[in-house]
Structure formats: structure tokens, C-alpha cells
């Protein structure tokens, strides 16, 4: 499945065709049986996984295909839950953070979405290596945060889980349209190792998300997500992996 490795500088970009059905199994949870009988779903065809190597640390992104078709819905969906719930309190000040059981949705774009979402973090997470061959990957734990202007996510870490990402549903701006700083509604990822500029390398990465795009990091990393202030709501999808033993046949 692996086609093409490429090294530059610190980067290693390796372009990931994912052709072949993941078999998922997670114990006492019916999530993926029911999600395997979508036969509609059509990542087959080619998604492009792109791995960064930042102060060591693999951060993977995935932009998922036809997200455009599925995009409204989630909107809708996730607006309604909003609706719903008064939301939990995690990293988010001021945002919107609804349970972190949106993996257990019957929403069928919510399917959907976990359906990619499952595939491609299983994919980059095998691309790291490390996975014990006695281990199988499952999805723990997702949920959705809705930030207005103004909300932002503190300086947080996804431990004592093993690998984690966010996935973007709604984004307010266009990456070259700033409000009011030039990281506002980005993603900050800090150096675990912040050795200082002497070293030339910066204590953080910032990325600017698009929709449709997910990031798969190491569940330890520490990140933040900067305010903005446009009257859009900002919508993304956050989740996480752990490696468990396999179930018993
Ligand atoms: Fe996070």
C-alpha cells in the first residue's frame, strides 16, 4: 500500500493509497459491526495520508474524500445536538463540548464520518509502527466542539490514550483569510522538548485546518486550538485511539 517515501529536510512525506477493508472489532461495542455494513462508502478509491515528522513526533494528515456531499449534514447534526445539550467542560473555554460517545452515533453521517475517520487513523497509526502484534486499534472516545468567536481550547494533551486527532467539519475562514491575529482558529502543537531557539527550532507547530482534513497525532502531544472571531460557528471532530489486546476468537 505504500507507494512512494520521500525525505526532505525534516519531513517525510509518504503518499498512503488505502485499497483494503480494515477489519474492526471492539470489545462489548457494536459500533463497527454496524458501521462495516455500509457498502456505500467509497475511501477505497484513493485518500492521501501525508506524515510530518515535528520535533520527532509523526503528526499525520488526511484529507478525506467526498467530504463535500457529507459536509451539510454534519453541520446540521452536529447544530441540533448543540441544541440538545448544555455540553461538558474539558480544554474548551467557552466552546461547546458535547459527550465524548459521538463514536456510538446512529446519525448515518456520523457513520460516515467515523467510517473515514476509523480507516485512515488505523492506517497512520500502523504507519508509525509500535502497534504489538497482539494488539488491535479501536476507537475509545469522540466528540464534537463548537467553538463561536471569541471560544478557544486551552493547552491540553489526549493521555493516558494512545493516539488521538481532530477532524474538521466547519471552518470560518479561508487559510489565507485572518481576522484579528494570524493563528486565529488554528491548530498549536507543542514541542515536548523545548529546547530553545539556539537549536533553531520553534517550541510550536501551527497548522491551519481546512474542512475535511483530520489530524492523527500522538495522544501525548500537547495542543491548543487559538480563538477566532468571525460569527460562523467553527465545528471539529475530535477522537481517540487505544491499543488493546484482540479479542479472542
Ligand atoms: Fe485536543
Redesign the pocket.
Known amino acids: 500500500m505504500m507507494r512512494a517515501i520521500r525525505d526532505s529536510d525534516n519531513l517525510v512525506r509518504a503518499v498512503v493509497f488505502v485499497r483494503y477493508p480494515i477489519i474492526w472489532r471492539c470489545r462489548n461495542d457494536s459500533l463497527y459491526d454496524e458501521i462495516l455494513r455500509i457498502k456505500s462508502w467509497k475511501m477505497e478509491e484513493q485518500a492521501k495520508i501525508n506524515r510530518e515528522l515535528q520535533f520527532g513526533v509523526p503528526i499525520y494528515e488526511v484529507d478525506l474524500p467526498d467530504f463535500a456531499t457529507h459536509k451539510q449534514a454534519l453541520v446540521d447534526h452536529f447544530l441540533a445536538l448543540r441544541k440538545d445539550s448544555p455540553g461538558t467542560k474539558?480544554?474548551n473555554q467557552g466552546g461547546w463540548h458535547s459527550s465524548q460517545n459521538l463514536h456510538h452515533s446512529k446519525e448515518p453521517s456520523v457513520q460516515w464520518l467515523l467510517q473515514l475517520i476509523a480507516r485512515s487513523g488505523v492506517q497512520c497509526i500502523r504507519h508509525a509502527g509500535n502497534v504489538p502484534e497482539d494488539a488491535q486499534i479501536v476507537m475509545a472516545s469522540c466528540w464534537v466542539i463548537i467553538n463561536e468567536a471569541g471560544d478557544w481550547?486551552m493547552p491540553?494533551?489526549?493521555f493516558p490514550s494512545d493516539w488521538?486527532g481532530?477532524c474538521y467539519i466547519d471552518l470560518n475562514e479561508k487559510a489565507t483569510k485572518r481576522t484579528r491575529a494570524d493563528k486565529d482558529g488554528d491548530i498549536i502543537f507543542f514541542d515536548p522538548l523545548p529546547l530553545g531557539p539556539q537549536y533553531r527550532r520553534p517550541p510550536t507547530l501551527t497548522k491551519t485546518p481546512v474542512d475535511g482534513r483530520v489530524f492523527v497525532f500522538p495522544a501525548y502531544l500537547v495542543?491548543?486550538?487559538a480563538p477566532h472571531f468571525e460569527n460562523k460557528p467553527r465545528i471539529a471532530v475530535?477522537f481517540n485511539f487505544n491499543l488493546v489486546p484482540k479479542q479472542k476468537a
Open positions: 474539558y480544554s481550547n491540553h494533551a489526549h488521538s481532530v495542543h491548543m486550538v475530535s
